[in-house]
């Protein structure tokens, strides 16, 4: 079952537009293989050179079809937040059988 695509009016509102996701800008890619991250965006993000990024990426149908860029630091970070509460758990059902 197709679902219908959403309206021109449901992305232009800001009520209903997701608060994470936008087109910042367009990249393109030098023969190297390296891209340039505008100045606006570094600015932003206030990313500096020497800063670590980690690269995330989505795969529909064995393609990868998004990249997202996250810094290092708040990766390691989401993920001690994801595992804190699970290892904390591990340890305590390993303390109760010991």
Same mark, same amino acid.
């Given at each position: @079952?197709?679902?219908?695509? &959403?309206?021109?009016?449901?992305?232009?509102?800001?009520?209903?537009?997701?608060? /994470? /996701? +936008? =087109?910042?800008? $367009? %990249?393109?890619?030098?023969? *190297? !293989?390296?891209?340039? #991250?505008?100045?606006?965006?570094?600015? +932003? &993000?206030?990313?500096?050179?020497?800063?670590? #990024?980690?690269?995330?990426?989505?795969? +529909?149908?064995?393609?990868? /079809? /998004?990249?997202? $860029?996250? *810094?290092?630091?708040? #990766?390691?970070? @989401? %993920?001690? !937040? @994801? $595992?804190?509460? =699970? @290892?904390?758990?591990? #340890?305590?059902?390993?303390?109760?059988?010991?």
């Amino acid at each position: @079952m197709e679902q219908e695509p &959403a309206s021109k009016d449901y992305y232009e509102s800001s009520a209903t537009r997701p608060a /994470c /996701c +936008k =087109v910042e800008a $367009l %990249v393109s890619i030098d023969e *190297r !293989g390296q891209m340039i #991250l505008p100045k606006e965006i570094r600015d +932003k &993000a206030n990313i500096r050179a020497g800063d670590k #990024l980690a690269v995330t990426s989505w795969e +529909k149908d064995g393609k990868i /079809c /998004c990249i997202s $860029l996250t *810094r290092a630091e708040e #990766l390691t970070e @989401m %993920v001690k !937040g @994801m $595992l804190g509460p =699970v @290892m904390k758990e591990i #340890l305590q059902e390993n303390n109760k059988g010991a």
